[in-house]
């Protein structure tokens, strides 16, 4: 390669020009989890309770709890409540760096939870243990060759994350278009595309990159059932295509809406702020305020780039049928739209 | 919205939420260009020369030339060169902010140019003036708000481009997956989606998103009839998913790909260097240099995030081949999909 100076060799890039597209198998996903569509509720910070978690399940997705704001008794009420709403698979998600994870995962398995949805850290941390009781475990990852590593360290599936996602990213800035097509080819497992997915023919259009299935967040933190603040469901219904940014990437990459928070971060990002100024402004509790007590001001409002397309707060019973409805307009659609 | 502070309001935004999805139609691509595919092979600097449009048209696609490295002479041979070479319909792109472009479309208006595509500027600029004569004209947007000054200009159609485009981009940061079905709800024009897509199943999800049609950049710059040098052609294929990054927002945002150049910019916007010390830094010609002569370390490489994908060099006829028989795998397998 001469004198081109690249910062990341891929090795799983392998021979694509020519290669048959890797056609999606939506199967691995409702068969794995014993589902009715190939859709997984996102586990999300303060949005995910039971009764979002549970209204998913019962509409036919995969419902799951957002652990990392379940602390203390709040994991195992929620994990209960869910177990009497439903007696239909659901997951947690367990944001791996952050504090108390290894207690909360013992609580679960301890409570029978079947499907673990791991994020933000390294596979190789819960995988095995967590497999060899029974449970699956999925993982959340945002490029092709972390995915691989997910691979290696022997995961159910993959949940590849692009670039729209709302809150914590990756630092590759892959976008979900890009990025579906080349997990597909890195990886031979159950691959379920997320960020930037809202409604039926975003769906389609996933499968039609390979994803067996979708992650959908922003969509579902924007319903009835969601534990979001009234206030932070209204600020999403209200916001502008261009209302979410990616912000924080000295400290950790964070999509969210911009609010007057958002500005001090800019302001401070702009001059050149340190990380120890930055992580002196984010201080503590400020994704709590925002999306789950509404304080829209000083709140860290983490949600996804599709909060454009978000206008309504449907139940997630009537979000799902919707969903499904796109979906199948479209797909039809395509029948008609031989191109040689 | 109480103290929630928008930084724009975007009027586009309508009841989404339960909206039947607004399905494509490529008949308004293909009919009202004259093509056979609904595919616009990028107008590019230094890259889409008079070969690489001639072959584009030729292979059924809109072949484009690239007007704002075509300065004094080469335009007029450029657009010489493609009609003697093909009789099929093919484009210029102007970049409006360039200078000289004021003289560019009057030569192209004189030599019988048909279809203009404009990009970098307004769409009040040229667009009445040029279609007086009885040629189109299209424009390249990056929002839905942006999309619909386009509509009140009076364009033809527009191209919509995504985050995951090469070269400059617009400052929202929307990605192609989240930007399309936004723009088609905004505007009642032909859409074209843009910005990573390299094969036939993004072509098929742009589509499945509501693109009539899509823009392919990247890809066609990577084929033999494209005049970028052949050094930066293999650095495309050699690059991994992650190498490319959109830089200097504090000029105008650009994709490029990872060398020493970047390097050398991202030390400079690390340290917060002024907008003036960026000027100095990237300097004149840098474009040139790398695309299109081959200096890999100190040019500018502008190229789309979609490269991790791109990995041999075919010619434009077995390009295009390719993607419309890859399309037509996956739109065959997804009328398999029902999911109700």
């Known amino acids: 390669m001469g004198v081109y100076d690249i910062t990341e060799r891929d090795q799983t890039k392998g021979h694509y020009g020519y290669a048959m597209p890797i056609l999606c198998n939506p199967t691995k996903i409702t068969h ?25 399940s019962e509409a036919g997705c995969l419902g ?18 869910v177990q009497k709403l439903t007696k239909k698979p659901f997951a947690v998600n367990f944001p791996i760096m952050y504090h108390g994870t290894e207690q909360q995962v013992n609580l679960a398995l301890q409570m029978g939870v079947k499907i673990f949805i791991m994020s933000a850290g ?43 996602a709302g809150g914590h990213n990756g630092r590759d800035e892959l976008t979900t278009l890009v990025l579906v097509p080349q997990v597909k080819k890195a990886v031979n497992l159950p691959v379920v595309a997320a960020g930037g997915i809202a409604s039926g023919e975003q769906m389609l259009a996933a499968m039609a990159l390979g994803a067996d299935g979708v992650q959908i967040g922003s969509r579902f933190a924007t319903t009835v059932e969601s534990s979001a603040h009234e206030k932070f469901k209204q600020a ?105």
Chains 1, 2 share one sequence.
């Open 64 to 81: 799951v709890l957002g652990a990392g704001s379940l602390t203390g008794e709040l994991l195992s009420q929620h994990i209960h409540k």
């Open 236 to 340: 999403i219904v209200a916001a502008a295509p261009s209302d979410t940014h990616l912000m924080m990437k000295k400290i950790a990459p964070v999509r969210l809406l911009k609010n007057h928070f958002y500005q001090q971060v800019l302001s401070l990002e702009q001059s050149n702020g340190s990380t120890e100024e930055l992580l002196a402004l984010l201080g503590k509790g400020r994704a709590k305020a925002g999306m789950h007590e509404g304080d829209l001001t000083e709140g860290e409002l983490e949600i996804g780039q599709v909060s454009g397309m978000i206008s309504d707060i449907p139940t997630v019973a009537e979000l799902v049928t919707q969903i499904i409805s796109q979906y199948e307009q479209v797909r039809t659609h395509l029948t008609t739209l031989k191109l040689d």
């Open 32 to 56: 794995h989890l014993g589902i009715t569509y190939p859709i997984i509720q996102a586990g999300m910070v303060w949005v995910s309770g039971a009764k979002l978690a549970a209204a998913s």
């Open 122 to 164: 390294s596979p190789k941390v819960y995988t095995k243990r967590i497999q060899q009781t029974g449970a699956q475990v999925w993982h959340v990852t945002s490029s092709p060759l972390l995915a691989k590593k997910c691979e290696d360290a022997g995961v159910d599936g993959v949940i590849v994350e692009g670039f729209e």
